[in-house]
């Protein structure tokens, strides 16, 4: 647990240091950057979750299709194979 905590730390370290330096070098006139880009260190995280969490849940959403599908060609596929055994007693 304390490793975990030690990455967390050095995560939050470096954004901040990110942050700190990118509004420098826009307050010495090095970069001329939108201010959303600026902050971009403190947003970008929580996108790239967001997204982590969207992609998740459709998965889950199409694999739950699929098992649907999958499991409504059995049931057709084991009727066919009824029908088909009532032809050849007939």
Excluded: G
Excluded at 13 to 37: K, Q
């Amino acid at each position: 647990m304390i490793q975990k905590e030690k990455i967390t730390a050095n995560v939050i370290a470096l954004t901040i240091l990110v942050t700190v330096m990118f509004l420098t070098l826009r307050y010495l006139n090095m970069i001329d950057w939108e201010w959303y880009w600026l902050l971009s260190p403190l947003w970008m995280p929580y996108i790239f979750l967001f997204l982590v969490l969207a992609l998740s849940l459709i998965n889950i959403y199409l694999l739950s299709l699929l098992k649907k599908v999958l499991i409504h060609q059995r049931k057709v596929l084991e009727n066919l194979k009824e029908e088909q055994k009532c032809q050849h007693k007939d």
